[in-house]
């Protein structure tokens, strides 16, 4: 769900440029371990940049997951250790980090990569069959594309687009104005939910705009000049919160609606933020999976879990992929990726740990893994088949998740 400064194209140009780079004596086979002997576990994220807000809670509970894991004697009898890459959240910064990781680090298995660092990144993972799940990715890229080394466990733009139609609808907005980024994260969303309101049979206003400007001011004005009812904001935090302080300034008055990546606290504490409300995969907090993991995360970071942050998500992809190494038996990248499906779906037992899981699956039982997240069932594609979403909004300064909502099919494409 995730956005970032750059277009994916530029990334695709940069991979390929990777990859003709790449040494000759680079082979498929068993993906690899540390010096010691460990298997290692990448984390590929924004630690700097427009993603930064993020990524503490997304390490914070990627840690958890492999403390666990090793907790549990580790992974075929061997320890997991754990590798964070700053991708400066910026499609250069995660060609670069993957480059380290796959050369430097050699990493068994990839997570935390968001939108456009995975539709850059999606034919060199194929290339080296390195399995790789993103716990933040809504890119409708993956809709029909992943499934073989690439998963998400998160919800598609598909979905979240169209919850933003679909709230619009309910509340009787006729006139809708869009100010939009031109990346990746933010466009896909964006791009779903003005077909579905206009399926709806509403009218869409669209201002494009590119991230690191001085100021929005006209193109806040371009999107009120229609008069809309409501508004949808997808952006990053750069761009947003100016745009938000701008909207505030002129007092426009009404109901805006923002993508996943501006639920953060920043945009919690901006004037107008009664006005403001948001679609995100919600968490199935009475799961076991979640009420373990929320105890380990306060612990750890004297806060609690947040489905904005998708901290939750972040754990749950490592679970998964330890899981499926197991079941493997095997720490080659196509026999991993080849299990994710399995042990995160039904039909097995349901299990809501790494080590209830591994004993399964050491009896001989087939699994199904609960997360802390949600019900992890991914379809052909590596997505989730019944993802939970719900609307947001802000009260005294903070996000607080509402009703859950299911996705109405009549405004799908």
């Not at 929005?216 to 904001?233: D, H, I, Q, T």
């Not at 995100?280 to 929320?294: G, H, N, Q, R, V």
């Not at 038996?329 to 995160?344: E, Q």
């Not at 609307?391 to 509402?402: D, R």
Request: aromatic content about 6%.
């Amino acid at each position: 769900m995730k956005s970032h400064l750059i277009p994916a194209a530029i990334g695709v140009s940069l991979v390929l440029a990777l990859s003709a780079c790449a040494s000759d004596g680079e082979s498929k086979g068993d993906n690899g371990s540390s010096a010691d002997g460990d298997i290692v576990f990448g984390q590929l994220i924004g630690v700097s940049g427009d993603y930064a807000p993020f990524t503490p809670p997304a390490n914070a509970a990627a840690e958890i997951a492999v403390e666990e894991i090793n907790a549990a004697g580790g992974v075929l009898g061997k320890q997991v250790k754990l590798v964070i890459e700053d991708n400066r959240s910026t499609v250069d910064g995660a060609v670069a980090g993957f480059s380290k990781l796959t050369t430097v680090s050699n990493i068994t298995v990839l997570g935390g990569m968001e939108s456009d660092g995975q539709v850059a990144l999606f034919d060199q993972i194929h290339q080296r069959e390195l399995p790789n799940i993103c716990p933040s990715c809504g890119t409708t890229f993956l809709d029909d594309k992943g499934g073989k080394f690439s998963f998400r466990i998160t919800a598609s733009d598909s979905d979240a687009g169209i919850i933003v139609a679909q709230v619009m609808r309910d509340a009787n907005v006729k006139k809708l104005a869009m100010i939009v980024q031109n990346t990746e994260g933010a466009s896909g969303p964006a791009e779903v939910a003005q077909e579905a309101f206009e399926r709806a049979g509403g009218e869409v206003t669209s201002v494009s705009i590119e991230p690191g400007a001085s100021s929005y001011n006209s193109e806040v004005a371009n999107a009120f000049k229609s008069k809309p009812e409501a508004l949808y904001l997808a952006a990053g935090v750069e761009a947003g919160l100016p745009i938000l302080r701008e909207i505030d300034r002129r007092g426009y008055d009404v109901p805006i609606f923002v993508s996943p990546d501006l639920i953060t606290d920043e945009i919690a504490k901006v004037p107008n933020a009664d006005q403001i409300s948001a679609a995100l995969t919600a968490f199935d907090t009475e799961s076991p999976a979640y009420k373990s993991f929320a105890e380990r995360f306060r612990a750890k970071t004297g806060g609690e879990p947040e489905s904005g942050m998708y901290d939750a998500n972040a754990y749950d992809q490592f679970i998964i992929h330890a899981l499926a190494i197991e079941a493997a038996k095997s720490t080659k990248g196509a026999d991993i990726a080849g299990k994710i499906i399995d042990v995160a779906s039904a039909p097995g037992k349901k299990v809501y740990s790494f080590e209830e899981g591994k004993a399964a699956l050491e009896a001989g039982e087939d699994i199904d893994f609960e997360g802390a997240s949600s019900s992890l069932d991914l379809n052909e594609f590596g997505n989730l088949m019944s993802p939970l979403l719900s609307v947001l909004t802000i009260q005294n300064g903070a996000w607080v998740p509402g009703e859950q909502v299911e996705v109405d099919p009549s405004l799908r494409g």
